[in-house]
Structure formats: C-alpha cells, structure tokens
C-alpha cells in the first residue's frame, strides 16, 4: 500500500520520500525509522 501510494505521489509530481524496512514488522519499523523520522521532524518544526 505505501509503494502504491509513493508511486502515485510521484507521479502527480509530489515532492516524496520512502523509506523501507523489510527486516521489520509494522511495529518495529517505529524504533528502527527513528534515524530517520527525528531529522525530519525536527526539520518540519522549525
């Protein structure tokens, strides 16, 4: 469903990011983005 929804994104020319953990269940993919998630809110909140 995210891949789907990034392509579609794109392809209506939406500036978009995804970023995939396929060693992680959807629980653990909440530990495992935070390297990436906590730049990029800190970034939003400026």
Do not use: C, I, W
Request: charged share 20%; aromatic share 8%; no cysteine.
């Amino acid at each position: 469903m995210s891949e789907r929804f990034f392509d579609q994104l794109v392809a209506n020319g939406q500036p978009a990011t995804l970023k995939v953990y396929p060693e992680e269940d959807h629980s653990g993919t909440v530990l495992a983005s935070l390297p990436d998630s906590t730049p990029f809110l800190a970034q939003q909140l400026r």
